[in-house]
């Protein structure tokens, strides 16, 4: 499985940017993608995760209301929506897989990622 972040750029806050990740390999009917992210000097947190008890797609509170994960399956990509981005948004956000929210960071599969940064 080979995952592929891009979209990633440097914008000011209040911004907006949409991260794109291609995932590509076989079989990937039962992977669940979600996204990470890294700033510097901290450690590796999640940004979207899927529930197993509900398959509805989890945010942590300080993303919540702000980043929206969707997918197109047909084009095995996935897409992270952020808008109103802050200067804390700033990491290399990955994606990976399998994003079930139980498993934490502990994915078989990460994305090389992609940097955002975003200026105040």
């Known amino acids: 499985v080979q995952l592929v972040e891009s979209g990633g750029g440097l914008v000011q806050a209040g911004g907006s940017l949409r991260l794109s990740c291609a995932a590509s390999?076989?079989?990937?009917?039962?992977?669940?993608i979600g996204w990470f992210r890294q700033a510097p000097g901290k450690e590796r947190e999640g940004v979207s995760c899927?529930?197993?008890?509900?398959?509805?797609?989890r945010y942590p509170e300080h993303v919540k209301g702000r980043f929206t994960f969707s997918s197109d399956n047909a084009k095995k990509t996935v897409y992270l929506q952020m808008n109103s981005l802050k200067p804390e948004d700033t990491a290399v956000y990955f994606c990976?897989?399998?994003?079930?929210?139980?498993?934490?960071?502990?994915?078989?599969?990460w994305g090389k990622g992609t940097l955002v940064n975003v200026s105040s």
């Open positions: 990976a897989l399998p994003a079930l929210c139980d498993y934490g960071n502990n994915m078989n599969f």
């Open positions: 390999g076989d079989p990937l009917n039962n992977y669940v």
């Open positions: 899927i529930s197993s008890s509900d398959g509805k797609v």
